[in-house]
């Protein structure tokens, strides 16, 4: 993507459980949200409180997959004691300087504990629009096989933009 390109959508994308495409996906996936966990600082000093997060650590990493229908597929992502959910995308963007719209591979890989399973309704021909949800403990995002952003928080890795941040952290314990 140019200097001067404006990001727009992702055009289409599949999902794929160890590589194989689960078909009947809902329409959108709701990808988690990083909130870091803090601790409040407060005393002589300080004019109030700072939430001060800490480094790494975030709180709880849902991903809830969208499916149409209750199936093997769903029963399949549950059963396992870590599921591994990958996202592979088409990004377009519209470069301003060339007047060209562009495409870009983004892949989010992901690693988690099934956590639950929303079974949805049953109506006449009307999908039953089954939940199935992860507990993320991994999720590695790359964009045309750049990583943005890769978090490992059982093997205490943590990627923003190419640099690990936790390099120093590491280090000294």
């Known amino acids: 993507m140019g ?7 992702i055009v289409n994308y599949n999902l794929y459980n160890d590589e194989e495409k689960l ?9 988690p949200n990083f909130e870091a966990m803090t601790e409040t600082i407060s ?11 800490n480094l ?16 093997e ?8 004691s870590m599921a591994t959910i990958t996202l592979r995308a088409s990004e377009q963007s519209y470069d301003v300087s060339s007047g060209v719209t562009e495409h870009r591979g983004l892949k989010i890989v ?13 109506g006449v021909g009307k999908p039953t629009e ?10 590695k995002i790359m964009l045309d096989n750049k990583v943005l952003l890769e978090l490992d928080k059982i093997n ?3 990627i923003v933009d190419g640099k690990d941040l936790l390099a120093d952290v590491k280090n000294q314990i």
């Open 3 to 9: 200097v001067n390109a404006i990001p727009d959508k």
């Open 23 to 31: 078909f009947g996906v809902g329409g959108e996936i709701t990808l």
């Open 43 to 53: 005393g002589a000093g300080i004019l109030g409180e700072i939430e001060s997060p």
């Open 56 to 71: 790494g650590h975030f709180g709880s990493l849902p991903l809830e997959i969208p499916l149409r229908m209750l199936d």
């Open 73 to 80: 597929q769903s029963m399949k992502i549950v059963s396992k």
């Open 110 to 122: 992901t690693k988690g504990i099934p956590k639950g399973i929303d079974l949805g309704t049953a």
């Open 130 to 139: 089954t939940k199935v949800t992860l507990e993320l403990v991994y999720i």
């Open 156 to 158: 205490f890795v943590f």
